[in-house]
């Protein structure tokens, strides 16, 4: 029998010639030196490159483009300023056309080489205009020359590149932050140091409505008080008449959360108000909603298409949130329970459900794995799960007594296709069929992919 052989390994500081042939989950390049997996930064599939290698690990290396000799058809100049350098996104220099097909294909070789799953999604639904789509900025304070910035992120460092404009952001939170930064500036709050844990002003989040075209700020900072609280909201709702509520969260500790446990609001309203749909959803400042309302818009009418409901049906919206898969599902269902693990986002759902009349609602607070099996054992009825987990995807727990329910008919929301598709193959393997897969885009410019999947119950 023939061995394999083992492929030569790329020397650090060598040179060589590479052609690019897919994207890992960061957006960096994807090619082969000696037929070893070599990661290459500001590459694009089709690019043929030559790189001098900076580091080699066990099962890869990655590399630094010296020179592009050839550029790949799907190869755009990036409109953005800071893009080389920024880690918001990491395909603004891809055609987006490009980027919608590597999506879909992500997803492809996720539920085949992961779920073992014989199943191909539905063409991705992409954005008509893919930029300026954000509702949320999280912009982290530093100081750089003395001078203090707010900015995003460098690329895998927590180096901050000073903000000067971004395309996926919407063009209110853009004044905002320009506004914002002038306002530090002037009223010199000393921003807090992540190395000698020194300083005040950690975060700047914006958010804003799309439909109101109304903006919330949120202040993180390590001390109790706002410094400059009265002067801080003076001259910020000056330079931005469109600001409806400014809040304080506290985060006096040294991890990587962005927001602390204690949050109050020190100017104006508690809730921002946008719209989704025909309903209206209250917003605020630590509870999740997603980031791009415009496809949000699409990606719950797909699982309203998928829930095909009656009107007779009893729904459990399994992480909900703030509630909105659920009460968009509600006029069409008998009875809608939402469970969710973070108290603020439950008290939201509350208020959202009174907010659009959805008295046919429930809202749980807690783990989806503890209460879902605790409220089956009552034996009521359940015709539908929804489940919309954060990236790390579902615990096994909480599949197994899905399926140990025999609950009829499952919607998997996901974030994340490779946990998407490990849950597939443990539902798949215990008396599930996946019948429908529909990617939808929800961040043009960055390599996540987000889809809705149908799954229905084939063994008794
Ligand atoms: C991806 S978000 C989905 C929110 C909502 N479905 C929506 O469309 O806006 C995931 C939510 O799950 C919540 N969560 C995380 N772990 C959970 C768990 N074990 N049980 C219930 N909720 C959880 C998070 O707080 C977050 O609100």
Redesign the pocket.
């Known amino acids: 029998m023939k061995q394999a052989t083992k492929p030569l390994l790329p020397g650090v500081g060598n040179y060589y010639t590479v052609k690019i042939t897919d994207l890992n989950s960061n957006g960096e390049g994807v090619g082969r030196v000696n037929d070893f997996v070599t990661f290459i930064p500001e590459t694009i599939p089709g690019d043929l490159v030559e790189i001098q290698i900076s580091e080699v690990k066990k099962s890869f290396a990655r590399g630094v483009v010296i020179r592009l000799i050839e550029n790949s058809p799907d190869r755009i100049c990036a409109s953005c300023a800071v893009s080389k350098n920024c880690g918001g996104c990491q395909l603004q220099h891809m055609e987006y056309k490009a980027q919608l097909n590597w999506k879909e294909n992500q997803v492809n070789q996720a539920l085949q080489r992961i779920g073992k799953l014989d199943v191909l999604a539905s063409p991705i639904i992409g954005m008509e205009t893919p930029n300026y789509y954000r509702n949320k900025a999280q912009l982290p304070v530093g100081v750089k020359d003395d001078t203090l910035i707010i900015g995003f992120y460098r690329k895998g460092t927590h180096d901050i590149v000073d903000y000067t404009s971004c395309n996926i952001l919407h063009p209110l939170i853009h004044k905002t932050a320009v506004a914002v930064k002038e306002v530090l500036a002037e009223l010199e709050i000393p921003a807090y140091n992540r190395r000698t844990k020194q300083g005040i002003l950690r975060h700047v989040i914006v958010r804003v409505s799309f439909t109101q075209a109304k903006l919330m700020v949120i202040f993180v900072t390590t001390t109790k008080t706002l410094v400059k609280q009265e002067l801080l909201v003076e001259q910020l709702t000056n330079l931005v008449p469109e600001l409806v509520s400014i809040a304080h969260n506290i985060n006096p500790r040294s991890s990587k959360t962005i927001l602390g446990r204690e949050t109050k609001i020190v100017w104006g309203e508690s809730y921002l108000i946008d719209t989704i749909g025909q309903l209206e959803f209250a917003i605020s400042p630590a509870?999740?909603?997603?980031v791009n309302p415009i496809q949000?818009e699409i990606?719950?009418d797909k699982v309203k298409e998928y829930a095909n409901l009656s009107g007779r049906e009893v729904v459990w919206?399994?992480?909900?949130?703030?509630?909105?898969?659920?009460l968009y599902l509600a006029s069409e269902a008998k009875k809608v329970y939402g469970?969710?693990?973070?108290a603020a986002?439950v008290l939201d759902a509350e208020y959202n459900a009174k907010l659009n009349k959805r008295t046919n609602t429930e809202f749980i607070c807690?783990?989806?794995?503890?209460?879902l099996p605790k409220y089956a054992d009552t034996g009521e009825q359940i015709d539908l799960v929804?489940l919309?987990?954060?990236?790390?995807g579902?615990?096994s727990a909480?599949l197994e007594t899905i399926s140990r329910l025999e609950v009829p008919k499952l919607i998997y929301?996901s974030?994340n296709p490779t946990t998407l598709a490990r849950d597939l193959a443990y539902l798949s393997a215990h008396g599930y069929q996946v019948e429908q897969v529909q990617p939808v885009d929800m961040f043009p410019m960055t390599t996540h992919a987000e889809c809705v999947v149908l799954m229905s119950r084939v063994k008794d």
């Open positions: 509870s999740f909603f997603q949000t990606l719950y919206d399994l992480y909900c949130g703030t509630g909105s898969i659920g469970v969710e693990s973070l986002a807690g783990r989806a794995e503890d209460v929804i919309d987990p954060p990236r790390q579902c615990e909480l929301v974030c």
